[in-house]
């Protein structure tokens, strides 16, 4: 299959990176990640108004652009290169779990939210157990419905105007509720993390009371288990940003870097470990475009789940080792001074460790994988 961008797509990608290079600079994401909001609201204020970027997953219907998965992968690998620290994420993230949700009216309010750019956050799992554990319960009593336990590792779940919530019922089904922050029983609270780029919260529930309003899917492990998919492929659109920007960043540093009165740009084995850099970031595009690809066909039923999680499985373990290997050789091609707070490397690499472990590391989906290929059903 030979891809290549449409007109209007390779337009989005320049304008994509023009913005952000205007816009995401290293100066303002350093200001972004120590300001008490710990991301620019200003920024992500112009991003809804001027860009739409928070639409570009949203149904027409319901206020959204309706435009498909290569789209949200061009911009979210435009942002991972300017180490975008905004909810851009965490919105898509929503965006892909209420889509998968039975139709509502309260699924399509939420939606129609998030296009006028309200942050929405998923709290999907305790990954202090496992990337597909789930942490939070659901729980009868004689008069409602309570929440409770801990669901961590919540992209910008501080500045979430609604938490949508997984949480495992009495029979052992996953559920998927939307929670106010503010409810009584409900505590928000950031979780520090090497990479101060994209900051995480704990979310813990003591008897959040819910009702049958709230509920948006039940009996959703099939949803759960595909919203996860979903978010491995956005995951890997940041990482080849990732793993290109580290790239780009070493290069020009050892033209100008000189010993032995000549450009270190010039000695072989860095030649060969730039070479090594591009051949992982390529790699890794080329997974994460038909990634994308195979959730638009999944989307219009050309394609089962299984073709699905397979894609998203493949694209993450070759991103992540990309975006560690890039991040990881630009350091060292810096030298000492690479993991200073000085330059900008040591920023990636921190982002590109983080991702890594973020919804399972790359041994886990090579294991994945293999239970696909030998068990035929998707783990």
Known sequence: MKFAFTDEQQMLRDTSQAFLANKST???????????????????????????????????????????????????????????????????????????????????LLLSSMAAGKVMSLAMGNQSVGWDSVGVTASETSTTTVLSGEARFVPFGFAAAKLLVVARDASNALTL?????????????????????????????????????????????ELVSDTLALSRILTVADQVGVAQASLDIS????????????????FQAIKHKAADMMLKVESARSLLYYAACTVDAWLAG?????????????????????AFFNAGSGIQMHGGVGIT???DIQLYFKRARATESYLGRPSEMREAIAYQLLEGDVA
């Open 26 to 108: 290293s100066v303002a994401v350093r200001q972004a990640c120590s300001s008490p909001e710990r991301h620019d609201t200003a920024l992500w204020q112009s991003i809804c108004e001027e860009m739409y970027w928070q639409g570009i997953l949203i149904p027409e219907h319901v206020d959204g652009l309706g435009l498909g998965w290569v789209e949200m992968a061009i911009v979210l690998e435009a942002a991972g290169e300017r180490l975008l620290t905004s909810p851009l994420f965490a919105v898509a993230q929503s965006t892909a779990a209420l889509v998968g949700c039975p139709a509502s009216e309260m699924r399509d």
């Open 177 to 221: 509720w939307v929670v106010d922050p503010q409810q009584d029983g409900v505590f928000v609270e950031p979780t520090p993390t090497m990479d101060q780029t994209r900051p995480m919260a704990t979310v813990r529930f003591e008897q959040a009371a819910v009702t049958s309003d709230q509920l948006l899917a039940s009996h959703a492990d």
């Open 251 to 266: 290069v020009d540093y050892a033209k100008e870097r000189s010993q032995f009165d000549r450009t270190i740009a010039s």
């Open 302 to 322: 050309e394609v089962d789940r299984a073709a699905l999680h397979e894609a998203a499985f493949m694209a993450s373990a070759c991103a992540s080792d990309a």
């Open 341 to 343: 707070e000085e330059y």
